[in-house]
């Protein structure tokens, strides 16, 4: 595809209900990113692929927080047992890698809801 | 600890006027810097961005100046227009350490007719 794809776009879970959130980020990006935006507030960075590897998950909240790329492409980022305070706009971003450069071009975002 | 501040939640700026958004860094690490708009219910699309190594960065309408010393950045937009009422964020990164882009809270940007 043309863009970044996320699914769903909306998602609304019971309080202690798993989800999994789905990326699909553009061909031949080498870095993916996932950012949890709360109402009126900017992304906050959650972890950070390079291909397949995952480099940084400082930014997950907690370890009910998890992601995984395993072949380098699709990204999957799974909530366990879900929260109220879970409850915010899931970014997903790719970027490539060229000539040291950094601009990731973001997904419209899964709206996640927990009730 | 925010390591990107963008201090103004929202401006209004009249059509045609000048649009500034103003952004503060702390972490001095930081030498490339981005800003990025979003419209409601999308995700954000990149805008402009600049190198440590620059000062300044035009592209059509839109001016980014960066101010090392005071860790400072701005971004101009002149002439501003209707389809610029947006949130911008403001966002850095450390590329000689990692790709993890950091962003502000954001400025809510108003077009007055």
């Known amino acids: 595809g043309a863009g970044v794809s996320q699914s769903p776009r909306y998602k609304v879970a019971k309080r202690g209900q798993d989800v999994a959130l789905r990326c699909d980020p553009i061909s031949g990006h080498v870095s993916l990113f996932w950012y949890q935006q709360a109402l009126g507030q900017g992304p906050e960075f959650l972890t950070y692929?390079?291909?397949?590897?995952?480099?940084?998950k400082s930014g997950l909240p907690s370890d009910r927080f998890f992601a995984e790329r395993p072949e380098g492409s699709v990204s999957t980022l799974k909530i366990q047992r879900t929260q109220q305070e879970d409850s915010a706009v899931y970014l997903c971003a790719s970027s490539p890698i060229r000539d040291g450069l950094t601009e990731a071009f973001f997904g419209q975002g899964t709206r996640l809801t927990v009730v | 600890d925010q390591q990107v501040k963008q201090n103004s939640p929202s401006l209004s700026v009249q059509e045609g006027r000048i649009s500034i958004l103003n952004c503060d860094y702390t972490n001095s690490m930081f030498d490339y810097f981005l800003w990025y708009k979003k419209y409601p219910a999308e995700g954000p699309t990149f805008l402009i961005s600049?190198?440590?190594?620059?000062d300044k960065n035009e592209d059509g309408r839109f001016t980014v100046f960066l101010n090392k010393s005071a860790k400072h950045l701005s971004l101009h937009i002149v002439p501003s227009q209707p389809g610029d009422s947006a949130v911008y964020f403001c966002?850095?990164?450390?590329?000689?350490?990692?790709?993890?882009?950091?962003f502000g809270k954001g400025t809510r940007l108003h077009i007055l007719p």
């Open positions: 600049i190198s440590s190594i620059k």
């Open positions: 692929f390079q291909n397949e590897a995952q480099l940084d």
């Open positions: 966002a850095a990164s450390a590329r000689g350490r990692d790709d993890k882009i950091i």
